[in-house]
């Protein structure tokens, strides 16, 4: 709660500084504030505490969950940099604050216990991620994939809300527990059908935004029209906070109907899995591949959410972070790289651009591998784990059961080593431009660390899971 | 006159009007038949003894936002939409799907039994200003002030992707 | 700290130096630590083995995972198999480290070469040691990095690059079976602990399913990492690597990981009858596929890759046969002599400024005499002719697999009439005869220099003597290794003795079945020695080959026919699922509804969406078929 009440001041704050003259105090003021933020957060570590009449939910999970989505914001402010000094046309405050106040979105999506809250949480978080898409105001692309973001994401918030209606119309309470007393206990009519369409509705709404397939398309289009510092930025924060509210809600409130929303999340989690891995193959760029491995990974997500077992909350949390972890030193190497030389003005973010990268800086390619061998769940690295947990809880639950999933997950998790070798090949294995890349000492420290972390994770998974 | 008379007459309109926001091909056609929906769906919160959220929805919906679609479809000049963009075969396979989702949900929901209203427990005054405010202050006072940073945050973006930029292409 | 943990972290502590420092450390301190971090490793190692008192102990480094019940601890296990191999690892790569110094000498990426190969010896004596499926599987993956790696050593040529890929992929393919197994093993025993997984299977019936399962599953594993039909074609590929790495990696240790982890499962496969036939007919047509392929190659390494492979499937046709000690046994002398092999072809390839096709070598058995002895040693080592190393442990497997089949035998021996063949006509096309290459080659020939040849030695030493270790009965030994591992098989003996029991051979029979194979392998250098000394033939060159010949010296085709069947079609399916998910979906099925794409197209031009509209249509389907499919029960009923 803290947490969520002291972000919305550092985000007003943050607009405040955005007057001074000097914008060098942004970037270290915003990741003051994100730190703040974190410890405040951890204060309530081992307390169990519910606010303001049955609306907000702290406890470990959420302590865990937020820290994640705090420490991947944290990375995300630090390895940004070209807004900020060069361009007057960049609004650095406004972009810094807009993400502050998008990570309060997110909290409320880990912490609710009222539909209300959830959705708002949604909304905040959206709202932000659809100005943020469009940040880059001068690119076409990103003017496209922000319209794309808003018009797509508006039809599933509706969906969602209906959703929401319809429970709230079979229940008469947009209470978790509520709702789940009333999916368990039983009501003597027997669960009214708006239960189930609501569920369903809810469902898809919040499948789109973790961009499970069929509706996923908005996924890469957005992901490679967004900056690529706010690509980041969605593909991890987004992802951990929705697959939160998704396990939240569906655990608290529907685990009645388990029956129901396992077989959806199944069939759903086969078609991602295939269709994040088998269209990320082909992809010659490696932002829009990275776009369809977030698509992927969400396939993997979905099973420790769709298994429900009791080792699902710490399945998907080590995953989230393992994953947030990679896929932000992947992008943050990816911006440094693409930057090198652009084509016609635009970022090069093809495979070629990779070519000859572990001459030009042996760090940022040394990086790279190690996200993109934690992305494949190669083991010793964090990515491994994240793999192991989650189809283990598959296995808990049973073959019969998911054994069709795990089937797929073993098998495009193959096919995922081909892509994310790619980008490995490229910056080992060929030759291109000889000219070194220089990074800055923040940088630099940034990537040491996630690379660290991702090998720390993949030889000590213990050391985290403890707190999970 | 039986209230459920005016309960199919007014269903009856707001589903013809709604159809013909989608059917007209004059875009302010097309809005006007919208506020007259919206309306309708205010007439609907009436006989639900929904006060209050009928004015809301007449004050906020057919009054505020839809003026402001007709501004800016005035200023856009968009006096006729372009007649190739929608060939019949896009209808076709729009309509085939709608009816398709519109048969699915009837055929979930048709089992569906809806208790009677119990006369002796019904709080009348339960849609009025009064009791909303106090649910709204009291039990959802949390998502009521959190709400603030979401138009914060589209107000921070709408400014901030609205102002025009030196060097910005115009369209 | 104890020493068993000092075992694996010494290497490792060489990687990190070597690794980080490279650059700036001078080659000869790299060389140094590279091999004396190896070396010391050995002499913990022996010490070990020296105190070592028959019981086998499990030692805990840390709590590594808890999930659930299942609780995965990194430890180590030291009993007689990992000793040996161990012993075997540390000591044949001490001496390729001390070769390495003087072959890689004028090597840029001379510090980076040792890092990789500190770190393999790491991530092999990690897989060793570990004590249980999941430790054993990080070295079996680290090994395969490293292989990687180092195979794409020479990075500039494409044609390296390609190898390291082909062999990473092919190892990928059969770690997907290991990963199998080894979660099949998790969810049918509960724990991946070698000891607790063995006390359970122990109470198992043979023939159970699940254990025909996971055995299987687990060859699938060794197929890869060990070079079977059909996943070996990455192994004389790998060649391209620097020949001290085909030596240890290729020849002496990685690719016997496989069998390794066999004997380490003896009990599961002892009560796997089916698998255990499947390994045995699958090695030894590997080893006939592999000897027949190195009758007429040219490149003086892919001969010793295939003859390599064929080796290996001599092994695993020993496990086959649940003769489990000579496999381990012919384990041992394999990685002394072939090391040796290898290390001596490097040293002339080393002399002959990096040619490799022996049809340009020849008489060099004057400009290089330790190197030619050495070779000589190892090739009548290989070959089987007593008293040399190879000689014992093949035997000792043949005789095996004459008790179990007798055409397995024969064909067993036919195959080591063909390598006594090849690799006798190997060492008169190199040594014997005249030269055949430039001038500017013979010009250049010299022996090579101490720090290579010293390892030559010592290896043709352990290759003379290696097979004194384990001699039968028969001829009078204590078969000393076989008691040393005995206690390893006691659980499997006490499950499914029939599968050990041995016919009493009278002696004669074993001792005539020796001749025999003696009088094979001579007929091999009988038929060698008249085809290339007496009538001096010299192989064709490039594309004149004919029939059979041409045949094999393609390698059967089966790399291209993997390209046929595998490569071409998986590649036609991309482009097949390119189209489908780009072309067919958005573009065909939305254009074969008629104008919609051009409709919706232009509309999206005028917002600059894109396909929008198609994406909410796709996601209005989604949830259409969401709802009928979830609520059909309520839809119909």
Redesign the interface.
């Known amino acids: 709660m803290l947490s969520i009440i002291s972000l919305s001041l550092f985000g007003i704050l943050n607009l405040f500084l955005g007057f001074l003259k000097s914008r060098r105090v942004l970037l270290p003021a915003t990741l003051l504030f994100i730190a703040l933020a974190f410890a405040a957060n951890l204060l309530d570590w081992n307390h169990q505490y519910v606010y303001f009449r049955d609306m907000l939910r702290t406890n470990n999970l959420f302590i865990n969950f937020s820290s994640i989505i705090l420490l991947t914001t944290f990375l995300t402010v630090a390895i940004s940099r070209s807004f900020g000094t060069d361009e007057e046309h960049t609004h650095p405050a406004e972009y810094y604050a807009i993400m502050l106040f998008s990570v309060v979105g997110a909290l409320m999506m880990v912490g609710f216990e009222n539909l209300i809250m959830l959705f708002i949480g949604l909304e905040i978080l959206s709202v932000s991620l659809y100005v943020l898409t469009g940040s880059d105001k001068r690119s076409l692309r990103s003017n496209e994939a922000a319209l794309k973001y808003f018009l797509m994401g508006s039809f599933a918030t509706g969906i969602f809300l209906f959703g929401i209606a319809l429970v709230y119309g079979a229940t008469g309470s947009f209470n978790l527990s509520a709702i789940g007393s009333y999916v368990s206990g039983g009501p003597t009519t027997g669960i009214s059908p708006l239960l189930y369409v609501g569920l369903l509705f809810i469902l898809a709404g919040m499948l789109f935004k973790v961009s499970a397939a069929p509706f996923h398309f908005w996924t890469p289009d957005v992901y490679d029209g967004a900056p690529t510092l706010f690509t980041a930025f969605m593909s991890t924060v987004v992802k951990t906070a929705g697959f939160a509210a998704l396990y939240r809600l569906l655990t608290v409130s529907f685990t009645g109907v388990y029956g129901l929303w396992w077989q959806v999340l199944t069939g759903v989690t086969v078609l991602t899995l295939l269709v994040g891995n088998i269209t990320a193959v082909y992809q010659s760029s490696v932002k829009r591949m990275l776009a369809y491995s977030s698509v992927s990974h969400a396939g993997y997500l979905l099973i420790a959410v769709a298994a429900k077992t009791p080792q699902s909350p710490s399945a998907i949390l080590f995953y989230s972070l393992a994953y947030s972890i990679a896929t932000i030193t992947g992008f943050a190497v990816l911006i440094l790289v693409a930057e090198q030389k652009p084509i016609e003005g635009r970022p090069d973010e093809r495979y070629e651009a990779f070519n000859g990268l572990a001459k030009r800086n042996p760090l940022l390619a040394f990086s790279l591998a190690v996200s993109m061998v934690s992305l494949a769940g190669i083991p010793l690295t964090a990515g491994f784990w994240g793999k192991f947990f989650v189809f283990s809880t598959a296995v808990d639950r049973g073959m019969t059961n998911m054994g069709m999933v795990l089937v797929v997950a073993v098998l495009m998790s193959v096919v995922g080593v081909y892509y994310y070798f790619r980008v490995i090949i490229a910056s080992y294995l060929k030759t291109g431009d000889s000219e070194p890349i220089g990074i800055r000492p923040l940088y630099r420290f940034i990537l040491v660390l996630t690379t660290a972390l991702t090998i720390g994770l993949g030889l000590f998974p213990d050391v985290v899971r403890q707190l999970f | 006159m039986n209230v459920n008379y005016i309960w199919y007459f007014l269903t009856f309109l707001t589903l013809v009007s709604a159809i013909m926001v989608v059917v007209v091909r004059n875009p302010i056609h097309s809005v006007l038949y919208l506020i007259l929906t919206f309306f309708c769906i205010s007439a609907h919160y009436v006989l639900l003894n929904a006060q209050f959220l009928a004015a809301v929805n007449v004050i906020v919906y057919a009054g505020a936002i839809m003026v402001l679609f007709l501004f800016v479809i005035m200023f856009l000049n968009l006096r006729e939409y ?1 007649a ?4 019949n ?2 209808k076709l ?2 309509a085939v ?2 009816g ?2 519109l048969v ?2 009837v ?3 048709r ?3 809806i ?1 009677p209203l119990n006369k002796a427990t019904y709080n009348s005054q339960v849609g009025m200003v009064e009791s909303l405010g106090k649910v709204l202050f ?6 009521f002030e ?2 603030t ?2 138009f ?3 107000m ?2 709408a400014v ?2 609205g102002k025009r ?5 115009n369209f | 700290m104890s020493l068993l943990l000092l075992i694996p972290l010494l290497p490792l502590i060489g990687f990190l130096i070597n690794g980080i420092g490279f650059r700036k450390i001078p080659k000869t301190l790299v060389g140094l630590i590279g091999a004396g971090t190896v070396v010391a490793s050995f002499a913990c190692v022996l010490f070990l083995f020296l105190n070592f008192d028959g019981q086998p102990r499990v030692e805990k480094v840390y709590d590594w995972i808890t999930v659930g019940n299942l609780n995965l601890s990194f430890s180590f296990q030291l009993d007689q198999l990992s000793l040996l191999f161990m012993l075997i690892i540390t000591g044949v790569g001490s001496l390729i480290h001390l070769y390495s110094i003087g072959y890689m000498k004028h090597d840029e990426g001379f510090g980076k070469f040792f890092a990789f190969l500190n770190l393999f010896i790491f991530f092999m004596l990690l897989l060793v040691m570990g004590s249980n499926y999941v430790i054993l599987f990080i070295g079996w993956e680290g090994v395969g990095l490293c292989s990687y790696l180092l195979i794409g050593f020479w990075n500039k040529n494409a044609n390296y690059g390609d190898a390291a890929r082909k062999a990473f992929i092919m190892n990928r393919i059969g770690d997907l079976g290991y990963l199998l197994a080894v979660f099949l093993i998790l969810t049918n025993f509960g724990s991946v602990e070698f000891t607790d997984v063995f006390r359970q299977a122990a109470g198992l019936k043979a023939g159970n399913s699940t254990i025909l399962w996971i055995t299987l599953l687990l060859f699938v594993g060794a197929m890869g990492k060990s070079a079977q039909i059909p996943l070996y074609t990455w192994l004389p590929d790998a060649m391209a690597g620097p020949t001290p790495v085909s030596a240890l990696i290729h020849a002496a240790t990685m690719v016997t990981a496989g069998i390794y982890m066999i004997v380490r499962s003896n009990l599961l496969y002892t009560l796997a009858p089916v698998t255990l036939e499947v390994v045995g007919w699958i090695g030894l047509a590997t080893a006939l596929l592999g000897a027949s392929i190195g009758l007429f190659q040219n490149d003086i390494k892919k001969i010793l890759a295939y003859s390599t492979v064929s080796q290996l499937g001599y092994m695993f046709m020993g496990l086959g046969v649940a003769a489990y000690t000579p496999a381990a046994f012919h384990v041992m002398t394999h990685a002394f002599f072939k090391a040796l092999l290898f290390l001596g072809a490097g040293s002339v390839i080393h002399a002959m400024s990096n040619e490799q096709d022996i049809r340009n070598m020849g008489g060099l058995r004057k400009a290089l005499p330790i190197t030619f002895l050495t070779f000589l040693i190892g090739t009548i080592a290989i070959a089987g002719i007593p008293p040399f190393a190879g000689f014992f442990s093949k035997d000792e497997i043949l005789l095996h697999v004459f008790e179990h089949n007798k055409l397995m035998w024969g064909i067993g021996v036919f195959t080591s009439m063909l390598t006594s063949f090849y690799m006798f006509r190997l060492l008169f096309l190199v040594f014997f005869g005249n030269f055949r290459g430039t001038h500017e080659q013979q010009h250049h020939l010299h022996e090579s220099p101490l720090t290579m040849t010293l390892p030559l030695m010592a290896l043709a030493l352990l290759s003379a003597i290696g097979g004194f270790f384990n001699v039968p009965e028969v001829l009078g030994g204590g078969a000393k290794l076989a008691n040393f591992l005995a206690p390893l098989f006691a659980a499997a003996q006490n499950v499914r003795p029939e599968a050990f029991a041995m016919a009493e051979l009278s002696h004669s029979t074993e001792l005539a079945l020796m001749i025999g194979s003696v009088a094979v392998a001579m007929i091999g250098l009988a038929a060698a020695y008249v085809i290339f000394i007496s009538r001096k033939t010299v192989p064709v060159g490039e594309g004149q080959e004919h029939g059979l010949q041409k045949v094999i010296y393609h390698k059967y085709y089966v790399d291209e026919l993997y390209d046929a069947v595998f490569v071409r079609p998986v590649n036609a399916l991309s482009v097949f699922f390119h189209q489908v998910i780009d072309f067919l979906l958005i573009d065909l099925l939305v254009e074969g509804v008629g104008k919609f794409v051009k409709g919706l197209s232009k509309e999206f031009r005028l917002a600059q969406t894109g396909a929008t509209g198609f994406y909410i249509f796709a996601m209005v389907i989604g949830i259409a078929a969401l709802l009928a499919w979830s609520l059909r029960g309520l839809i119909l009923g």
Do not use: C, H, N, W
């Open positions: 372009t190739e963009s929608k060939t075969l896009v396979g729009a799907l709608g398709v989702l699915i949900i055929a979930a929901l089992s569906m039994q208790e009291r039990d959802y006072l949390l998502p959190l709400i940073v979401l914060f945050v589209a921070v973006g901030m992707l930029e030196t060097g910005e292409r």
